[in-house]
T-cell receptor, first 111, second 111 residues
């Protein structure tokens, strides 16, 4: 089954404790992206990757890092999480200009 | 990078046709127009994509005028299960990959 998986689905952590949210797709897509969604603000792109070893900043990259060492994986790293990074995070992938497939989301709470 | 404007919310009744218009005055020549549907706590789901004129699939139609400065998503005979947030997205992945979602339109379908 074609899908984008994210782990963990729910995470509660404390300020400053490094964390990684994994994202994996099994569709051999070149394009992958991370979004955060907050009430009243819609979906905002954090980082995206056009291909392996090619990443670039989206609209709200501050406080986040990403890496694309393999085509299928695109982890989101929060080196020192802060409460304002409490949000619902989505990973997505697509082949090109075709539709993006979104993961199920990761709900992160930083206390 | 094209910015989109949509109505914040719309109400409809079961069985009616719903048209949601998105404005994108600064759309670039290579940009495609894509619409997504999102239910609470789920990732957005692709509905339809187009470049110009009219596109129709099994769930919706997309109307794009000649100047491409706006687009209209048409949902025929909506049901309660169509209650969701609808996003219009304009962009071209092969032109940089940065994508900006609009605020979305919250559609409420009543019995």
């Amino acid at each position: 089954e074609a899908q984008v998986t994210q782990n963990p689905r729910y995470l509660i952590t404390v300020t400053g404790k490094k964390l990684t949210v994994t994202c994996s797709q099994n569709m051999n897509h070149e394009y992958m992206s991370w979004y955060r969604q907050d009430p009243g603000l819609g979906l905002r792109q954090i980082y995206y990757s056009m291909n392996v070893e090619v990443t670039d900043k989206g609209d709200v990259p501050e406080g986040y890092k990403v890496s694309r060492k393999e085509k299928r994986n695109f982890p989101l790293i929060l080196e020192s999480p802060s409460p304002n990074q409490t949000s619902l995070y989505f990973c997505a992938s697509s082949r090109g200009v075709e539709e993006q497939y979104f993961g199920p989301g990761t709900r992160l709470t930083v206390t | 990078l094209a910015k989109t404007t949509q109505p914040i919310s719309m109400d409809s009744y079961e069985g009616q046709e719903v048209n949601i218009t998105c404005s994108h005055n600064n759309i670039a020549t290579n940009d495609y127009i894509t619409w997504y549907q999102q239910f609470p706590s789920q990732g957005p789901r692709f509905i339809i994509q187009g470049y110009k004129t009219k596109v129709t699939n099994e769930v919706a139609s997309l109307f794009i005028p000649a100047d491409r400065k706006s687009s209209t998503l048409s949902l025929p005979r909506v049901s309660l299960s169509d209650t969701a947030v609808y996003y219009c997205l304009v962009g071209a992945y092969n032109q940089g990959g940065k994508l900006i979602f609009g605020q979305g339109t919250e559609l409420s379908v009543k019995p």
